[in-house]
């Protein structure tokens, strides 16, 4: 089954404002091998949904978490996908994706699988925009998700913030029309959206959530939620 991704954010959002949808979202969350230690059960019983986990970074970085928190996930009946820390000067995009691929970073459209995530932002170790111009940068994005599509129907989420965005990339709109935001602003409400997004899929509001990681809002219902994992867009 084929959705065109525009449209299928604008029916989760159809029957209310921006700000309405992301009041009633959702709740999640994602986590890292910072966070050895999650209660998904707990996150499930108290209304949670879904949750994101880094699986790699670079080339060279497999979290040791990354299978048991996503086993976790999953027997607690967590729909739940990986995520890709980039590291845009180190190797291309395409490289990346391949080794994101490689170490559990795929998409299946069995209704609990999110499709893989970038994780594109601050350098914590150097320069801000990882030493690239911003048509460098933008060309190395979509290295990394036409290959990640070619390899599973699914073009990747972007989680990144308008800061960055704007920054880096020189406010791209090349990739609003088929790659999902997830927008990081520690805030009680969204903020500017970057990049020509019309709005984004998922709003990471906080960087504390009681069960472990950070809290993150899917902008519409579970049963959009639902079909957001299962439909390539």
Same mark, same amino acid.
């Given at each position: 089954?084929?959705?065109?991704?525009?449209?299928?954010?604008?029916?989760?959002? %159809?029957?209310?404002?921006?700000?309405?949808?992301?009041?009633?979202?959702? $709740?999640?969350?994602?986590?890292?091998?910072? $966070? +050895?230690?999650?209660?998904?059960?707990? %996150?499930?019983?108290?209304?949670?949904?879904?949750?994101?986990?880094?699986?790699?970074?670079?080339?060279?970085?497999?979290?040791?978490?990354?299978?048991?928190?996503?086993?976790? %996930?999953?027997?607690?009946?967590?729909?739940?996908?990986?995520?890709?820390?980039?590291? +845009?000067?180190?190797?291309?995009?395409?490289?990346?994706?391949?080794?994101?691929?490689?170490?559990?970073?795929?998409?299946?459209?069995?209704?609990?699988?999110?499709?893989?995530?970038?994780?594109?932002?601050? &350098? +914590?170790?150097?320069?801000?925009? *990882?030493?690239?111009?911003?048509?460098?940068?933008?060309?190395?994005?979509?290295?990394?998700?036409?290959?990640?599509?070619?390899?599973?129907?699914?073009?990747?989420?972007?989680?990144?913030? %308008?800061?960055?965005?704007?920054?880096?990339?020189?406010?791209?709109?090349?990739?609003?029309?088929?790659?999902?935001?997830?927008?990081?602003?520690?805030?009680?409400?969204?903020?500017?959206?970057?990049?020509?997004?019309?709005? $984004?899929?998922?709003? $990471?509001?906080?960087?504390? *959530?009681?069960?472990?990681?950070?809290?993150?809002?899917? &902008?519409?219902?579970?049963?959009?939620?639902?079909?957001?994992?299962?439909?390539?867009?």
């Amino acid at each position: 089954m084929k959705l065109n991704f525009a449209s299928l954010l604008f029916a989760a959002a %159809a029957s209310a404002s921006p700000l309405e949808a992301r009041a009633s979202g959702v $709740q999640g969350f994602d986590i890292s091998g910072y $966070q +050895p230690t999650v209660d998904f059960a707990g %996150a499930y019983n108290s209304g949670a949904r879904f949750v994101m986990i880094k699986a790699t970074e670079g080339t060279s970085f497999i979290s040791s978490s990354f299978s048991s928190q996503y086993t976790g %996930a999953t027997n607690a009946g967590l729909i739940r996908g990986a995520y890709h820390f980039a590291q +845009p000067a180190s190797s291309s995009g395409a490289a990346q994706a391949t080794y994101f691929l490689a170490h559990g970073g795929g998409w299946s459209n069995d209704g609990q699988t999110l499709p893989g995530m970038l994780d594109i932002e601050y &350098n +914590p170790s150097g320069a801000t925009c *990882y030493g690239l111009s911003a048509s460098a940068m933008v060309s190395w994005i979509k290295d990394f998700g036409t290959t990640y599509k070619a390899k599973t129907g699914r073009y990747p989420m972007i989680y990144t913030t %308008a800061d960055w965005w704007n920054t880096c990339t020189g406010g791209s709109t090349a990739f609003s029309n088929d790659y999902p935001l997830v927008l990081a602003r520690y805030s009680s409400s969204v903020g500017t959206i970057p990049g020509g997004w019309p709005y $984004q899929s998922f709003w $990471q509001n906080s960087d504390a *959530y009681s069960y472990g990681g950070d809290s993150e809002i899917w &902008n519409g219902s579970e049963a959009s939620l639902k079909t957001f994992a299962t439909v390539a867009a």
